[in-house]
């Protein structure tokens, strides 16, 4: 094996997360995120849930609803389609972890370099995204997410605590513009 | 205008992209004898209502299904939203 110095990058392209403070809203880039798509194949609806169930320790959310537990996170992204997230750290080999446990009943297909996320807090966070998106943010429940545009990229917002706590997730290539678009509507609303 | 998705609830149009007559589902079978006939009827002949039209609509900037939207294209108000895989499996499609 040779011997690679590297250093990782964020998705922001810098040695550490960056964290923007703006007013009372703090914007925190993620990188601590390992992310799966996990698809169910036709006609193996029974042996997909069990088998993901197994793995997760909970059942997959419905339509419009993110769970968390333990490790694990499930955001719906889809009929029949998730996201599942889960420590860097510990869980590298996303895809093969969650492949290993569904085998011939689902699709997986490792997501985590193609994402960012960045955690969004403060009690004016909703304020922010009503300059931001469509969604109807002041509706949207802890356990609730949903994918919209924010300037016009396809993002997933999933509520970790309602008013509160926010995560967005956006194509890692457009990581610079999306952390952009959140800082100028954060200090729209500062 | 709003469309009340089946799955996720009322959505902003700005998120969904249109394709066109909903009878487009009924794709007919290229084996069939007269394929070329029905496949001229289905690609050319299209009703053009001043009223009610069922239409399918892609939520790309959604959960990417495919939803069969009955609206009336005068008033622009939409009556009912259904899946698309829904419609098209009552009316006999495998997928």
Same mark, same amino acid.
């Given at each position: ?190 | ?7 996720? /609830? ?5 998120? $969904?992209?249109?394709? @066109? &007559?909903? #009878? ?26 001043? /009223? ?5 609509? $892609?939520?790309?900037? @959604? &959960?990417? #299904? ?30």
């Amino acid at each position: 094996m040779p011997e690679h110095r590297l250093k990782a990058l964020t998705p922001l392209a810098q040695a550490r997360p960056v964290i923007t403070t703006v007013g009372r809203i703090t914007i925190a880039e993620n990188p601590d995120v390992a992310l799966a798509s996990l698809a169910q194949r036709r006609g193996r609806e029974a042996d997909f849930t069990q088998r993901a169930e197994a793995l997760l320790g909970f059942a997959l959310p419905a339509p419009g609803h993110a769970v968390q537990g333990g490790d694990w996170g499930a955001i719906w992204t889809g009929p029949g389609q998730w996201f599942l997230e889960a420590p860097f750290a510990s869980h590298e080999d996303i895809a093969a972890m969650v492949k290993n446990a569904v085998t011939d009943a689902g699709s997986v297909t490792e997501q985590t370099d193609a994402w960012v996320r960045f955690d969004v807090t403060g009690r004016n966070a909703t304020e922010m995204f009503e300059r931001l998106s469509a969604i109807d943010i002041h509706r949207m429940q802890a356990g609730q997410a949903t994918r919209s545009l924010i300037e016009h990229l396809g993002c997933y917002v999933i509520c970790r605590e309602a008013g509160s706590r926010y995560s967005v997730l956006g194509m890692r290539s457009a990581a610079a513009s999306l952390h952009h678009a959140l800082v100028q509507a954060a200090e729209a609303v500062a | 205008m709003i469309i009340n998705h089946p799955l996720l /609830g009322p959505r902003d149009s700005q998120e $969904f992209t249109y394709l @066109g &007559d909903a #009878s487009l589902i009924d794709r007919p079978d290229w084996q069939a004898p007269d394929a070329v006939d029905q496949f001229h009827d289905y690609l050319y002949l299209r009703d053009n209502p001043a /009223g009610e039209h069922r239409e399918l609509w $892609f939520h790309e900037q @959604g &959960d990417r #299904s495919w939803l069969v939207v009955t609206r009336n294209v005068v008033t622009h108000e939409i009556l009912n939203v259904e899946l698309a895989s829904d419609v098209a499996r009552s009316r006999g499609r495998s997928k």
